[in-house]
């Protein structure tokens, strides 16, 4: 990453104090917050179910997101800027129709899901990096699939500003209960003081009807200088999210930078506390902030340093691994497993390393109709698994 872009360095955690401070008008009277990240100590990989793994398909190009339709079929996006149907574990021609994706490094094609009422309307949600090199955001569209192409494509919605950098896209949606939707904005990397201020969606979860148009219920809506789309701020990069039913609350997990990857329940109005607080360094050693927690600002619900780099999550519920109902899995490229995040209530007790022995950069990972945990690879010869009973 540091070969792609420019970063702006900070040498001494007195002159990030002083200018984290300054800039957000914030004073430096106490550094001190409620709560603490959950203890999640780890736990051997044999704690987990017994499994099978079974290869579904291969020859994808970095396949970033699964999606399950109700015919068995697959939904696989790659970063490449291809939708992929997955039949019986053959590929299918690229769909026909997808707009153009801006690809470059972490740029491309991302996210796919189906509208909770799919079986009645049909509509497929998808994220892509859109724009060029000078200026480019993460776009929300929807669109229908008729044979091997998609049709009625609509852009439902873009990031704003517009930046100049291919990376931190955030681009995970997720509906919720009332069949609005949360869509996840990084910080573009060079842009991180911008997760902090309200008048733009960098760094930002985003609320939106299912249209794209703005739910008059957002907690920042008609206020000045705040923008209505907003549902929390001071993110990062967050590329996981799901709405978890059992608990009833919204959870997100998102890279930190050296150290600090976190899992965060997610509140509306809140503040997440990224570039002021964080449990992370910046890539070249050097200190981003001397504060771990702050008031006002939330505490992480898992602290991940080191960095594991989670690029999805999900919530198990189903019939095939019900010991694990209710339990995290989040997938990890930098350490190359299924992290299983052990729950008991709303506490966690423990976590677990899988899939090292695969030896790859997991991407994503998704809970099928039928139990089975899907995840697909990082690579330009990606693969999609699934994890059966044994």
Known sequence: ????????SIVTALIVCTVILSFFNIEAVSAKSNNKPQAAPMLDAKA?????????????SHPWAIAFLPDNRLLVTERSGNLRIVEQGKLSAPVENVPASYVRSQGGLMDVVLHPDYKNNGWIYLTHAYGDADKNATRLFRAKLKDNALVDVQTLFTVSPMKDTPVHYGGRITFLPDNTLVLTSGDGFDYREEAQK???LLGKMIRLNDDGTIPTDNPFVGQAGKRDEIWSYGHRNPQGIVYD???????????????????????AGKNYGW??????????????????????????FVDWTPSIAPSSL????????????????????????LRWVKMQGNK?????????????????????????????TDSTNGKIYKLIKH
Request: aromatic share 10%; net charge negative; no cysteine.
């Open 314 to 337: 999900t919530v198990y519920q189903g019939n095939m691994f019900p010991e694990i109902n209710g339990d995290y899995l989040a997938s990890a490229l930098k350490y190359r497993e």
């Open 1 to 8: 990453m540091q070969n792609v872009i420019k970063h702006r």
């Open 48 to 60: 987990f179910p017994a499994f099978k793994l079974v290869q579904v398909t291969s020859g994808l």
């Open 198 to 200: 309200l008048d733009n």
């Open 245 to 267: 039913a059992q608990r009833k609350w919204l959870v997100s997990n998102e890279h930190g930078p050296k150290g600090g990857d976190e899992i965060n329940i997610i509140t």
């Open 275 to 300: 570039p002021v607080i964080t449990y992370g360094r910046d890539y070249s050693g050097a200190i981003i902030s001397p504060y771990t927690e702050y008031d006002g600002m939330q505490q992480p």
């Open 348 to 376: 966690v007790v423990g976590q677990a390393s899988l899939l090292k022995d695969l030896g790859e950069r997991i991407r994503d990972v998704n809970v099928a109709p039928d139990g089975a945990i899907y995840i697909a």
